[in-house]
């Protein structure tokens, strides 16, 4: 993408110079610090320089500490940084994410270029791992500053041309182009999560889901004239109260074999969340303009599936809507009649984003027939009170899909915890007046609102994934300091790359 880091690989250099850092790990002997041969062979003419600093300052070589040596005598570096890394052996792939991550961190924003060398003791950096580790670099230097017009220094986030030296330059190099577009669909998605409710309408957001058609996505529009026709009740009932027109976005990805099942991702995409009549209060309101993070992080997945050309065939389903009070919005105590002729008694107009997404669930699995469908969104408060902003909550019916997902949020960092679905809380969203009310009252709120989307799958195997405690505001990490995070888009990625591609 334009305006991020710039990251090249290439192999060793003879010699250090400008910003350097280098990577240390803790030493066989405790309260020691080793570095591989090849970096000590390029320190060698500032004699003990490391180890005499390493010791002034008790650094020894652990998982996120670092020493900064300012004009390091005898060489030619202006700077050398040395990160810590603990044990090489117990590194895993996440680890070497949140280590690039660090390291951009660790950057002055004065920083122009800027050399990484991967070299641990006792241990090869792999491709692999070079290339996650550039992908923490990238992912860490996003920033979303486009309405600053003056931008203060401590806002501005270090963009330097960075190479990482490998010993297989080539092979890492190879590895991080199959990553570059997982990077794109992360800072994609974070760039709708951001924008302002004024600029990104369901209009614009549909238009920008659009620009995937130049990577081989298939992109089909939703007109309100046609859900009418299609009888979406109760996504419609959302937006009437705005002046901007509803949309529903169907992406689809073709990699896989012809004929088979496509896998199915659907998004919550309430542009702005007033809470309509039941209006939300005016404290934290601003925040509603990320109401519609599952609906960005499909788009972001779509766009890294097709980036690397995964060979599954992919459904990528968004409902757009923007939830208003004026004088034609929805009231509570209507009812409406859903798209799979289910009715719905409307209690409250601030649980709105179950209705999105019960109209465009059951028109994904009625068309597609979808080996599976995961849903996304910032659906209840309730969820941040139950597991805070750390983990997104889990929901489904079907136990293999969710222990993909659970394995998946451990093996990317994005966690997920699953909460129970049960018939005695579906008795809680029953309607004296239609076939269900779309809340069920204050306690087990996430629970009954993913029993309501529950009545839209049928027996399709299916997941629900509340990320309103991740989605955005969410706590700052190694390689995210972004209000919205893009969260699920490597979670998911990882998920069908791991288990249903072909």
């Not at 305006?3 to 060793?12: C, P, S």
């Not at 924003?109 to 491709?127: G, H, M, N, R, W």
């Not at 297989?168 to 190879?174: E, I, L, V």
């Not at 679905?421 to 009310?437: G, N, R, T, W």
Request: with cysteine; proline share 4%; net charge negative.
């Amino acid at each position: 993408m334009a305006d991020t880091v710039k990251i090249n690989f290439a192999e060793l250099p003879p010699a250090l110079e400008g910003l350097v850092v280098l990577l240390a790990a803790e030493g066989s002997e405790e309260g020691g610090v080793s570095f591989a041969p090849s970096v000590e062979a390029l320190v060698a003419p500032s004699g003990d320089l490391l180890g005499r600093a390493a010791l002034a300052d008790r650094f020894e070589g652990k998982s996120g500490k670092t020493l900064d040596i300012i004009a390091p005598a005898g060489l030619d570096a202006s700077r050398l940084i040395i990160v810590g890394v603990g044990k090489p052996s117990a590194l895993k792939p996440l680890d070497w994410l949140k280590l690039g991550g660090s390291i951009m961190g660790k950057l002055p924003a004065s920083a122009k270029e800027v050399s990484v060398v991967l070299a641990l003791p006792d241990s090869d950096v792999t491709p692999a791992s070079a290339a996650e580790m550039a992908l923490g670099m990238r992912l860490r230097a996003y920033s979303f500053d486009r309405y600053k017009t003056k931008a203060k220094s401590e806002d501005i986030t270090p963009k330097p041309k960075v190479t990482l030296y490998i010993e297989d330059a080539a092979g890492a190099k190879r590895a991080f182009k199959k990553r570059e577009g997982i990077g794109e669909g992360v800072m994609i998605a974070r760039n709708l999560v951001n924008e302002p409710a004024n600029v990104l309408t369901p209009t614009e957001f549909a238009k920008r889901a659009g620009d995937l058609s130049k990577l081989g996505v298939e992109v089909e529009v939703l007109s309100e004239k046609e859900m009418k026709k299609l009888g979406m009740g109760a996504l419609l009932g959302v937006g009437q109260g705005s002046e901007q027109d509803s949309h529903v976005v169907i992406m689809r990805w073709n990699g896989g074999k012809a004929g088979t099942a496509p896998v199915a991702f659907v998004g919550k995409g309430v542009v702005f969340d007033t809470g309509g009549i039941s209006i939300k209060q005016a404290a934290g309101m601003e925040d509603m303009k990320g109401d519609m993070a599952g609906a960005a992080c499909v788009v972001g997945l779509m766009h890294a599936l097709a980036s690397r050309k995964a060979k599954v065939n992919v459904i990528g389903a968004i409902g757009l809507v923007e939830n208003m009070p004026d004088g034609n919005a929805q009231r509570p105590g209507d009812i409406v009649t859903s798209m799979s002729g289910q009715t719905i008694e409307i209690i409250n107009t601030d649980a709105e984003g179950r209705l999105v997404l019960g109209d465009v669930l059951w028109y994904t699995k009625e068309r597609f027939k979808p080996q599976f469908m995961v849903d996304l969104a910032t659906l209840t408060g309730a969820i941040l009170v139950a597991l805070g902003t750390e983990n997104a909550g889990l929901f489904s019916n079907d136990d293999t899909l969710a222990g993909h997902l659970f394995q998946s949020g451990l093996d990317t960092g994005e966690k997920v915890w699953r909460l129970p679905l049960a018939p005695e809380y579906d008795k809680l969203i029953d309607s004296k007046f239609a076939d269900m009310k779309n809340t069920g009252g204050r306690f087990g709120g996430s629970i009954t609102a993913a029993q309501f989307i529950k009545r839209f799958v049928g027996d399709v195997p299916w997941a629900h994934l509340d990320i309103a405690g991740t989605g955005m505001s969410s706590p700052a990490s190694e390689f995210n300091r972004s209000w919205g995070s893009g969260w699920g888009v490597r979670l998911l990625d990882h998920m069908v790359a791991q288990y249903y591609e072909s």
